[in-house]
Structures are given as C-alpha cells and as structure tokens.
C-alpha cells in the first residue's frame, strides 16, 4: 500500500490525517468559515459523534457560532456544525460532509483538545478494514516504522445521496 498509514495518539489510539473545512449549519456567503489541517485526527468507534474541542477555533468563527442565528443547533453543552471532510486513508483520500459537535475541552476525555472522528453521519457510512502494524510487519512490511499504528483501508462508503461510492 503506498499511501499513508493510520498515526499513533497516546501510543494506543489510532490517527488519520485530514483537512476539515467547518462553516455554520445555514452559513451564508459572508459569513465566517475555519479551516484546519491536521494530522492527529482521533479515530474513535466509541465515541456517539464527531467532536471538535472549542478551543480550536479561532474567535471570530466561536463569536459567530454563538450568534442568535445558531440557536437552533445549540444545546446546553455544544453546538453542531457542518464540515466539509478530506480525509487521508491508507489506500486513498476521501470527500465527505458530515456534521461535528462542538465542545467544552472539559466533557472530552483526558481533556484532549483535538479532532475526534465518530460514529454518527461519519464513520457509520465508512466501510473499511484496519490492520494494526504488527500485522504489517508479520506479512513481510518491515517499512512500517515504530509509531505507527498501522493502516486503515477504505472499501466504501455511503454518499449524502445514499449511494454506495466503492474504492
């Protein structure tokens, strides 16, 4: 496979790299839009949805998402957000809109401010096979270096549209 491998986040949890473009849920032409690029995206089948820590956006766009005109998507804890999503697999990139949940740094475990990927509207439409690097290294890829959590292989996934996209 020649694409990237899946990073390591407290030597445990596995990452993937990505480009997160976040407007509001009915954000306009003029209103504000966050961008980020990262490669500590936490891959995480435990957790209900996708959840970005406050703390990453920038004032302006947390000024914004706290407007009236967001009322609709808050609740007493968080705020939902559109994205725009690439993301970096092991064998190919992937385009998809989903929706994040903005948070306090304090309801996120070990109060990890970061990007984590869940279940809801992202890794629920995702088919895809992971291969810890043990496995790599034991079926002759001893390019795999320390640190690395292994691959995480796309297979398909379900579009906005429902149709199945396969890779």
């Known amino acids: 496979m020649d694409g990237l491998h899946a990073g390591l986040s407290e030597r445990t949890l596995d990452t993937v790299s990505g480009r997160m473009a976040f407007p509001g849920i009915d954000a ?9 690029e990262s490669n500590d995206l936490l891959w995480d089948t435990a957790a209900h949805a996708s959840i970005i820590v406050g703390d990453l956006l920038p004032a302006e766009f947390r000024s914004y998402l706290g407007s009236p ?7 007493e804890s968080s705020i939902r957000v ?13 385009e ?18 970061g990007i ?20 790599l290294v034991a079926r002759g890829r001893g390019d795999v270096p320390e640190g ?20």
């Not at 005109?69 to 609740?75: E, L, Q, V």
């Not at 559109?82 to 992937?94: D, E, G, T, W």
């Not at 984590?116 to 496995?135: A, E, F, N, T, V």
């Open 28 to 36: 306009g032409p003029r209103d504000p839009e966050f961008v980020l």
């Open 148 to 167: 690395i959590w292994g691959d995480i292989i796309l297979e398909e996934y379900l579009d906005t549209d429902g149709v199945i996209q396969k890779f």
């Open 69 to 75: 005109a967001n009322d609709p998507y808050r609740s």
């Open 96 to 113: 998809i809109d989903t929706i994040f949940v903005v948070v306090p740094r304090s309801v996120v475990p070990n109060n990890h401010v």
């Open 116 to 135: 984590i990927l869940g279940q809801k509207l992202l890794l629920d439409r995702l088919s895809y096979r992971s291969i810890p690097r043990c496995l």
């Open 82 to 94: 559109q994205v725009s999503a690439y993301i970096s697999f092991s064998n190919c990139p992937l």
